[in-house]
């Protein structure tokens, strides 16, 4: 079957998603574990998808990309990635996936081999997305992936396996990764929730940059509605599988219509007004007495 394409789609939207349904398998009988939600996603644009965990929000992304387990499957709705139906045949999913869209994955540590090297890694996603053929041509592909995500020494650290990496550097490494087939459309699922709040910044604000540079779509999974209203164009907030909010990041930090939204934003830790009372020295007397025994 031809996958079909609508060659009358705006150019600019790299992903259109309506009442997408999917549903899980469990010994207890199906559950609809996403129920009808739609969203779209333009060139340049981040569209975060919000919620608890088991709320939804990766089962959703995985639908969109075709990598649902065997226990979940789309039962109904439409995708359209740059145009092209990819729910039209099993085979269509393959034109555009590491293509047109990539994928970064939760973990770093478990998306990687722990067997192979960076340079294998990185080189086998080169070679699979025809962006250079030849030892040295993909290593000089590589090394060039490794300068734009901001990693020192790219050369010796493809020599390096994973262990050898901090999360922040292997987390860069899938950005390179997914960068390699050069995608108008990222998918990230939760990139920064295995990281510490330092070095979540950093890698927001690599994605951030890269996007500006290069005019990528951005669909981001995450739990942390601080990471969200940092980096989002528009929020969905989503519970038990539907969205029960959406809107501009502006009118969802600001104006949550919905106490779920309101209690996910209540999560978000914050700094306390600053405390000028000078600290004391404690004295001998404000020691609790040791017991004698």
């Known amino acids: 079957m031809t996958p079909v394409t609508d060659d009358t789609a705006d150019p600019d939207l790299l992903l259109e998603v309506r009442d997408l349904q999917i549903e899980l398998m469990t010994t207890n009988g199906i559950v609809r574990a996403v129920d009808g939600v739609s969203f779209h996603i333009a060139r340049g644009e981040t569209v975060t998808i919000i919620g608890e965990s088991g709320s939804g929000k990766s089962t959703t992304a995985m639908g969109v990309l075709q990598l649902l387990p065997a226990d979940l499957a789309v039962v109904s709705g439409h995708v359209r990635i740059t145009g092209l139906d990819v729910l039209a045949s099993a085979s269509a999913v393959r034109k555009v996936r590491g293509r047109a869209v990539a994928l970064i994955p939760q973990d770093p ?38 300068e734009q995500v901001h990693i020192p020494d790219p050369s010796a650290q493809l020599r390096k396996f994973p262990h050898q990496l901090s999360g922040g550097m292997l987390q860069r490494v899938l950005i390179a990764i997914a960068l390699a087939c050069e995608p108008q459309l990222i998918v990230a699922d939760e990139p920064t929730s295995a990281l510490d709040v330092t070095v979540q910044a950093g890698i927001l604000d690599l994605l951030l940059e890269l996007q500006e540079q290069r005019g990528i779509g951005l669909l ?9 209203r940092l980096v989002s164009d528009r929020i969905h907030v989503m519970k038990a599988g539907v969205f029960v909010e959406s809107g501009d990041v502006r009118q969802i930090v600001e104006h949550p219509a919905e106490p779920y939204t309101r209690g996910l934003l209540a999560a978000v830790p914050t700094l306390g007004a600053w405390d000028e009372t000078p600290a004391t020295t404690a004295t001998s007397t404000d020691r609790p007495e040791a017991t004698r025994v």
């Open 109 to 146: 540590m478990t998306a990687l081999s722990p067997v192979r090297s960076i340079g294998s890694q990185l080189g086998e996603a080169i070679r699979i997305a025809g962006a250079a053929s030849g030892r040295a041509a993909v290593t000089a592909r590589a090394v060039r992936l490794l």
């Open 220 to 228: 981001m999974i995450t739990h942390d509605l601080g990471v969200a």
